[in-house]
């Protein structure tokens, strides 16, 4: 037995006597990463789930979620969201009830007038919706977001 393995199970026996068994495998995992670039539309749209969904899992503290709306969404969006909601009793963001897990926003192409991605949201290990965000290119606002995109109303 080599030097690394007998390390390797020492440790491994080690956490498990101490009860550390999933927390030791778990954070011998690769490094993890996020990257995304200010100018890039595909990156504000992630930028804007990642902290509505960390603004609303902390409850809303500060009223953080209703200060992205306003910073990432356009007026007259936000009003449309706000009808939406008095109907379905839902948040219009996740168009949900809850909060999801996870979430990963793909880029599903552009046009000269706007920006629109794919935002799966992942609400258990077998259970994903998914929902079409289009953002103005000259505002770099969301305008719309719903099951289909804003040009397939």
């Known amino acids: 037995?080599?030097?690394k393995t007998r390390t390797v199970l020492t440790?491994?026996?080690l956490a498990v006597a101490?009860?550390?068994?999933?927390?030791?495998?778990?954070?011998?995992?690769?490094?993890?990463?996020v990257?995304?670039?200010?100018?890039?539309n595909i990156s504000r749209i992630a930028?804007?789930?990642?902290?509505?969904?960390?603004a609303v899992t902390d409850e809303d503290s500060g009223h953080l979620g209703d200060a992205l709306?306003?910073?990432?969404?356009?007026?007259?969006?936000?009003k449309e969201l706000a009808?939406?909601?008095?109907?379905e009793h839902a948040d219009g963001v996740l168009r949900a009830q809850n909060v999801p897990l996870a979430w990963k926003v793909t880029d599903n192409g552009s046009t000269a007038n706007r920006t629109e991605a794919v935002v799966t949201l992942t609400w258990s290990r077998?259970?994903?919706?998914?929902?079409?965000?289009?953002m103005a290119r000259d505002s770099r606002k969301i305008f719309h977001i719903g099951e289909k995109g804003a040009t397939a109303k």
Do not use: C
């Open 1 to 3: 037995m080599s030097s």
């Open 11 to 13: 440790a491994g026996l």
């Open 18 to 33: 101490l009860g550390l068994g999933a927390t030791a495998q778990a954070s011998a995992g690769a490094a993890h990463s």
């Open 35 to 40: 990257s995304g670039k200010p100018s890039d």
């Open 47 to 54: 930028d804007f789930y990642g902290a509505y969904i960390d």
């Open 69 to 78: 709306r306003a910073h990432y969404l356009t007026p007259a969006f936000q």
């Open 83 to 87: 009808a939406w909601e008095d109907r």
């Open 126 to 134: 077998n259970y994903t919706t998914k929902l079409v965000v289009d």
